[in-house]
């Protein structure tokens, strides 16, 4: 076991991913970019089989090097790594005939942040690109992470693991809104604007003779004024609805 001064301290509470004998400087690149794509950047490295530091590495990891693979600890077994957390999840597809929970990344992520609310902290270990972590490495942790994947083809590569479980953090620790509108250089039309188109329309239309029979005209015009209250419209709409009507009106008047 490392003296725990080499561990890193944590300016603010997140997990740390711990990669486990990678094989190759890319995958760590990318594990690393994809932590730092949802604000996390304590990665440990468990002997790495190229070495360490690695220029593939850091040519992937792009503008998460600085952040992320430079203060990443690097040590020799995953003892070492762990040894300051007080929960520690490992992330596997197979089964081990290990008795432990076993969770989805977002119910991992959600005890992992109310773990760091209590003062704990929180390991995330990810095994080799080609065989995945040994029994003595899952042993040491108190949960499992599984990804629901299709079963025919279940292989995840490092950094969409690392991703999914970076995604699910962030999730769970910042708010998240789940549908918003864009605007392009336009608000909401306000209920006068749309009234105002909805009576233009109504006018013309009926000056063009298109409320017939008679007897329907009352539910044509009650059906077509619903449809513009139905329309989530914006300003820039209106305007372009009122100016498609008014270029019609001059077709049809030209001489």
Known sequence: MSDDSQ??????PMPCFVLVRTQMGENIGAAARAMWNFGLNHMRL???R????????VALA???AGVVLDPALV???????IGDCTHVFVTTARERGLTKP???PEA????ARAIHAAGGKVAVIFGPERTGLENDDIARADAIITVPVNPDFPSLNLAQSVLLCAYEWRRQTTEVVEMRMEFAR??????IEVEKLADHYEEKLDEMGYFFPETKAAGMKLVLRNLWGRLPLTRADVQLFHGILRQMQRWRDRP
Do not use: C
Request: aromatic share 4%; hydrophobic share 45%; net charge negative.
């Open 75 to 81: 040590v020799e077994t995953t003892p070492e790594a």
């Open 7 to 12: 561990i890193p301290a944590t300016a603010h």
């Open 46 to 48: 468990v002997a790495p």
């Open 186 to 191: 336009s608000d909401f039309a306000t209920a």
């Open 50 to 57: 190229d070495g360490w530091p690695n220029e593939r590495a």
């Open 62 to 64: 792009s503008g998460a």
């Open 108 to 111: 991992a992520m959600a005890q």
């Open 102 to 104: 076993i969770l989805s």
